[in-house]
């Protein structure tokens, strides 16, 4: 990954060259915490009798939580982040011939190595909860793998990560304007409107039409934050006129969205359903405004500060240990669920609106903190003391055939949950961290 310094960021340099810049780093921890906690609080357990027996989302019983998915759904902020710093370094890997597929086995076997471990544990309790009638990993079975969606979005867009440099250069905001127009031309070939009076119903003909065409929005939709980010990084647009435009554009496409009848939420994964995740809509752009616009707006206070406290390193340790936290945050939930049940806590605090529900929610959120922090320190301990810097594999046929086994084993653990997801997934990602090594 290179963070080094674009024309406009330049400015801000003090001592070194190489300087790295603590403002992306902030940003993904920003996003990270958001989604630690996001996914924590959309969890709703579900208890009789002392036993837990079910699992709510938050959206399922809450209309007015989709609101806040405008804020909490931090994917194209990650994936924005991601190409944003590793863009020129990619470039110049390109410019001296080196294949991009080295780059991208690096990303892959770093991703691919700690989830071998967390499925692994996963495995282990699915096991012993099959055996021993365990009744808490049962209801929280695909709680445990959902998260992994993520993982596989970014993996893939960042196999077209040269493609979309090369736009960059060669069109600039045009590749972006581009993107916007295929993703709104698949979400016209979805809703057929026939009139104008299908124009005010438009986002609900799209979302009530699932034909496999619209999963081409699952390519353009997620790019889209990748080319976002390389303009971005290479001085495409900046300031704060350009972050208040961006941010205003993004309540304003929202706010039009939904009443031209997209689904108010950006984070329901209902296959198949009312939805503008699975696969994406053109709403699900309004999101990207909206962060993008904050992003370049607060870019250069927060960046000042950021060095004036002398945060960087803080910010770069946090981001080192992002992927563990990502990984294993849900798996918190298992702990916090029993220790919930022995305190009789109101970790089942009944519906938005009763008494005593978001006293739940935070006791709730407490737990689920107070045991991620020793399962933390355990992946931790493991990961210090495991080799890091294993090299990767440089044989194309090695590469493609340990891409697809990770794909494929993050694609089956998400799909089936722990049990028996994760047991399968975990053959595919064991393989997968063999093969992307260099012999």
Same mark, same amino acid.
């Given at each position: 990954?290179? !963070?080094?310094? #674009? ?14 810049? #603590?403002? #992306? !780093? ?10 630690? %906690?996001?996914?924590?609080? /959309? ?12 699992? !709510?989302?938050? @959206? ?58 967390? @499925? ?51 069109? &600039? ?7 916007? %127009? ?137 981001? /080192? ?22 305190? &009789? ?5 009944? %519906? ?9 929610? @935070? ?77």
């Amino acid at each position: 990954m290179s !963070d080094a310094w #674009p024309k406009h960021h330049a400015q801000h340099k003090e001592t070194a060259e190489d300087q790295r810049d #603590p403002y #992306p !780093d902030a940003l993904r921890a920003l996003a990270l915490l958001i989604v630690v %906690l996001g996914h924590w609080a /959309a969890t709703l357990p579900r208890v009789e009798g002392g036993i837990l027996v079910d699992t !709510d989302h938050i @959206l399922d019983v809450w209309a007015p939580a989709g609101l806040y998915t405008w804020l909490v759904q931090v994917v194209p902020l990650f994936v924005f982040v991601s190409a944003a710093v590793s863009s020129q370094g990619v470039q110049q890997r390109l410019e001296r011939g080196r294949p991009h597929l080295h780059w991208w086995a690096d990303r892959a076997l770093g991703l691919a190595r700690p989830t071998v471990s967390y @499925l692994a544990v996963l495995t282990g309790f699915a096991l012993t909860a099959l055996f021993t009638r365990d009744g808490v990993l049962g209801p929280l079975n695909h709680s445990l793998t959902v998260h992994l969606w993520f993982l596989l979005i970014l993996l893939g867009v960042q196999l077209l990560l040269p493609l979309c440099v090369w736009a960059d250069r060669r069109w &600039g905001l045009k590749a972006v304007a581009g993107l916007v %127009l295929l993703i709104a031309i698949v979400d016209l070939l979805r809703a057929r409107p026939t009139g104008a009076a299908d124009l005010l119903k438009f986002g609900a003909l799209v979302t009530d039409t699932h034909d496999y065409f619209g999963w081409v929005n699952i390519v353009l939709v997620w790019v889209l934050p990748q080319q976002l980010g390389i303009a971005w990084w290479h001085s495409r647009f900046f300031g704060r006129r350009t972050g208040l435009g961006l941010l205003l554009l993004g309540l304003a496409w929202l706010g039009l969205a939904v009443a031209a009848g997209y689904p108010v939420s950006m984070v329901n994964g209902n296959v198949g359903g009312h939805t503008n995740l699975l696969p994406p809509t053109l709403a699900l752009l309004g999101v990207m405004w909206l962060q993008v616009g904050l992003v370049v707006l607060l870019e250069t206070p927060v960046r000042n500060f950021l060095k004036r406290q002398h945060m960087g390193r803080w910010m770069a340790v946090f981001g /080192a240990l992002g992927l563990q936290l990502y990984l294993w945050h849900k798996f918190a939930e298992l702990p916090a669920t029993w220790l919930g049940m022995r305190l &009789g806590w109101l970790i089942d605090a009944g %519906l938005p609106g009763e008494p005593g529900f978001w006293i739940g929610r @935070l006791e709730w959120l407490g737990l689920c903190i107070l045991m991620v922090t020793p399962v933390m320190l355990v992946v931790v301990a493991f990961e210090r003391y495991r080799k890091q810097d294993v090299p990767h594999a440089t044989s194309t046929p090695a590469i493609l055939a340990g891409g697809t086994a990770l794909l494929i084993g993050l694609g089956v653990s998400l799909g089936l949950g722990a049990f028996p997801g994760a047991v399968i997934g975990l053959v595919g990602v064991a393989l997968a961290s063999w093969l992307l090594r260099a012999r």
